[in-house]
């Protein structure tokens, strides 16, 4: 490899076949902060930005933030932001160079600028994916007001550490100053997710004082979103082949799958970029198209971690191969469409086809290690939420609640079939404390849901530990292939 680096003035001499930004990025304004610039930003909202810049929308550049490491931005910062987009199907990929990103703060490093970045009057848009763990909620659902960056953002607010934090400090910042209030959009995987930021936040703005807290509540625009593209962990390797294309060096650059989808409820006071001209769905409800990604989409993608990894499958595409996974997934489906609205729109056969084809895609190797961190946290909208409809429904959930005691057993084979940090949990020291490989599994899915707060204060709370419990002995006793048997799915595995 060339000992050059992918930036403003090496671009011009990349390849024919690499598309690289065509507008001037001197002439590009910051109109959007984003919080949490990792890969899946990179992938999507980026590249739906640098769209609306190349058709000459020059307002909408994007700040990054870091709220934790500065490995981003050292990356990007010697390419003057600019990073290469690799877009891989099995038997294809195509390269892109995405010039939004115009700048990286981080946060920890310098908490000043980044309020300053979200107080600059030409910041119309704030938008996040931090992950499900990084809003703070308690087991019920609220504000974890005990959390220790919670406390001391209410002590420090001139130094804040979270989320919440910037977000509340900048925007009474920008009332005293007479600025209109940013637009906050979540893009991460919450149900109703802009509906849940705006009452966490208000919950975390009440702390500083009721005005705040009604200021929030009544003149910020929380609109809803719902992303979907699949974006694997970037790899040593991937790194030496794109350098290698492009002829310079990109220290970071991002994979992922042709398809790409973004809804978005259409409610954005201070303007926005024309996102519809570049295939963003722009609706008065993302509801139905958020449940549908929540529950096929991503439960699937759990179920295919926690069974894939039981199995001795490192990736999606290898695991979604075997016909008994594929089998499972297709029941798992069946359960979770009949939770779905029916008068919505919503084509679910279209969907769960495109989705097969997404899951066998050779090329992106999505490790089934990666989708399984954090399982406490996404679990419950992935999966409980459909499993307490279906039970209200008087219809069991056997599959969905399959994938609970999944993600129980695997997280009881780290250390031990599989490598102790192979994934993580905020939960990992409390699970460790409850120990579960000593307790029976009916003990320990209760211990498990208490822990989590699955289907707290439900009425098919103790239905849902039964159904989990008999998976989870099946497991333990007879492996993956035990617990499919007893739905009826033949299986090869030992």
């Known amino acids: 490899m060339t000992d050059r680096r992918l930036s403003n003035s090496t671009r011009q001499a990349l390849p024919a076949s690499v598309a690289v930004p065509g507008y001037d990025r001197n002439r590009v304004v910051p109109g959007i902060v984003h919080l949490g610039v990792g890969a899946f930003h990179r992938a999507h909202q980026a590249a739906y930005v640098d769209d609306c810049l190349a058709a000459g929308e020059t307002d909408w550049g994007i700040v990054g933030v870091s709220l934790r490491s500065a490995d981003t931005r050292d990356a990007l910062a010697p390419q003057d932001g600019l990073y290469t987009l690799a877009v891989r199907s099995s038997d294809s990929e195509s390269l892109r160079v995405v010039g939004s990103i115009l700048s990286m703060l981080v946060a920890p ?26 809003y703070l909620r308690a087991a019920g659902g609220g504000l974890d007001t005990a959390h220790p960056d919670i406390v001391h953002d209410f002590a420090n607010p001139q130094m804040p550490r979270t989320a919440h934090g910037f977000l509340a400090e900048s925007l009474a910042r920008r009332r005293v100053a007479g600025i209109q209030p940013f637009t906050v959009l979540c893009c991460d995987n919450l149900p109703a997710n802009g509906t849940t930021l705006r009452r966490l936040l208000v919950e975390f703005a009440a702390l500083r004082g009721t005005d705040l807290a009604r200021h929030i509540a ?24 794109i350098s290698g294309q492009l002829g310079v060096d990109d220290a970071w650059p991002v994979m992922t799958e042709p398809f790409c989808q973004w809804v978005v409820e259409d409610d954005f006071p201070a303007g926005r970029p024309a996102w519809e001209t570049f295939g963003v769905t722009m609706v008065g409800d993302v509801g139905p198209f958020e449940d549908m990604k929540l529950r096929l989409l991503n439960g699937s993608h759990s179920a295919i971690a926690y069974l894939g990894l039981l199995s001795g499958f490192e990736t999606v595409d290898r695991a979604f191969a075997d016909p008994a996974i594929q089998q499972f997934v297709d029941g798992l489906w069946a359960e979770a469409i009949t939770t779905l609205p029916k008068d919505a729109g919503l084509d679910t056969t279209d969907y769960t086809a495109q989705l097969a084809k997404r899951y066998s895609n050779t090329a992106l190797a999505h490790r089934t290690a990666q989708i399984a961190n954090d399982g406490s946290q996404k679990l419950p909208q992935r999966i409980i939420a459909s499993a307490m409809e279906r039970m209200s429904d008087g219809a069991p959930p056997a599959y969905l609640m399959l994938v609970v005691a999944a993600w129980i057993a695997a997280c009881e084979a780290r250390g031990k079939a599989l490598p102790e940090n192979h994934f993580t949990d905020p939960l990992d020291l409390a699970l460790a404390a409850l120990d579960t490989r000593h307790l029976s599994a009916g003990e320990a899915v209760v211990g498990v849901f208490d822990l989590a707060g699955f289907a707290k204060g439900g009425a098919e709370r103790l239905t849902l530990i039964d159904l989990a419990a008999a998976h989870l002995e099946r497991l333990r006793q007879g492996g993956v292939a035990a617990a499919f048997t007893a739905l009826g799915i033949v299986s090869k595995m030992p």
């Not at 490093?109 to 990084?134: S, W």
């Not at 009544?218 to 082949?241: K, L, N, Q, W």
């Open 218 to 241: 009544d003149e910020v625009a929380f609109p809803s979103s719902m992303v979907d593209r699949i974006v694997p962990a970037t790899t040593d390797a991937d790194r030496a082949r």
């Open 109 to 134: 490093e310098d908490p000043g600028a980044v309020l300053a970045a979200l107080t600059d009057p030409r910041t119309a848009i704030v938008t996040l994916t931090i992950t499900e763990k990084a």
